[in-house]
């Protein structure tokens, strides 16, 4: 059982940026292949990044590439999301979301076991 919590979104003007944090409880974060996702208003959940267990390989949306980065700290038990040059298109909530081993559907949400609450992401333009 995996608990996650994010925090660190908020209200940005476009072009701005803002770091997105990802705390899960339990001592095996590091097999957990952790996912963002966003959703907005009237719109089904979209895939937006991953990164493996490792921390070595991501992916990305086509839609954020070059402007936002996962990370993950495995100490920490936390995985990151720095997003640059936000644009009001990226106004969503954002979820946080992990799946044991490694999952090579990554950008599919129904791969995901464990969700966070979510935290808003608002970019004015």
């Known amino acids: 059982q995996v608990q996650l919590v994010e925090s660190g979104g908020g209200l940005v003007q476009a072009g701005g940026s803002l770091r997105l944090s990802c705390a899960a409880s339990g001592r095996t974060f590091s097999t957990y292949t952790m996912g963002w996702f966003r959703q907005a208003p009237g719109k089904e959940r979209e895939f937006v990044a991953a990164?493996?267990?490792?921390?070595?390989?991501?992916h990305y949306a086509d839609s954020v590439k070059g402007r936002f980065t996962i990370s993950r700290d495995n100490a920490k038990n936390t995985v990151y999301l720095q997003m640059n040059s936000l644009k009001p298109e990226d106004t969503a909530v954002y979820y946080c979301?992990?799946?044991?081993?490694?999952?090579?559907?990554?950008?599919?949400?129904?791969?995901?076991?464990?969700w966070g609450q979510g935290t808003q992401v608002t970019v004015s333009s």
């Open positions: 979301a992990a799946e044991h081993g490694d999952c090579n559907a990554f950008n599919l949400a129904r791969e995901y076991d464990y």
């Open positions: 990164i493996r267990r490792s921390g070595i390989t991501t």
